[in-house]
């Protein structure tokens, strides 16, 4: 079965810094996009980072220089390294893949992708 199991989230104060994970299951990883999603209360969830074996992207403009986004292939698992957190990062995050291609591309729209985890809750104070 696919399965995509996020963690790391918690609450943390504005500065700190959290690594969150995708875990992943149940289908060939190399040929699928891994999509990083938050969705704060009242908002749509809004696509952060994608990555696959060849590229990798950020979407959101205020968090480029502290998120960064990487793969481990023998882990089967994504990560989003976060920096700098500001309140306005609060929201629950999740992970997504979806088979574009071959080969595998990003994609910053939540309807382009097929599976999800449960999501993780970042909570930033101030």
């Known amino acids: 079965e696919v399965q995509l199991v996020e963690s790391g989230g918690g609450l943390v104060q504005a500065g700190g810094s959290l690594r969150l994970s995708c875990a992943t299951s149940g289908f060939d990883f190399d040929d699928y996009v891994i999509g990083w999603f938050r969705q704060a209360p009242g908002k749509e969830r809004e696509g952060v980072s994608c990555i696959t074996y060849r590229d990798h992207e950020i979407y959101i403009s205020s968090v480029k220089g502290r998120f960064t986004i990487s793969r481990d292939s023998a882990k089967n698992t994504v990560y989003l390294q976060i920096n700098g957190l500001t309140p306005e990062d609060t929201a629950v995050y999740y992970c997504?893949?979806?088979?574009?291609?071959?080969?595998?591309?990003?994609?910053?729209?939540?309807?382009?992708?097929?599976?999800w985890g449960q999501g993780t809750q970042v909570t930033v104070s101030s």
């Open positions: 997504g893949a979806s088979l574009i291609g071959p080969p595998p591309r990003c994609s910053r729209w939540t309807h382009e992708y097929d599976y």
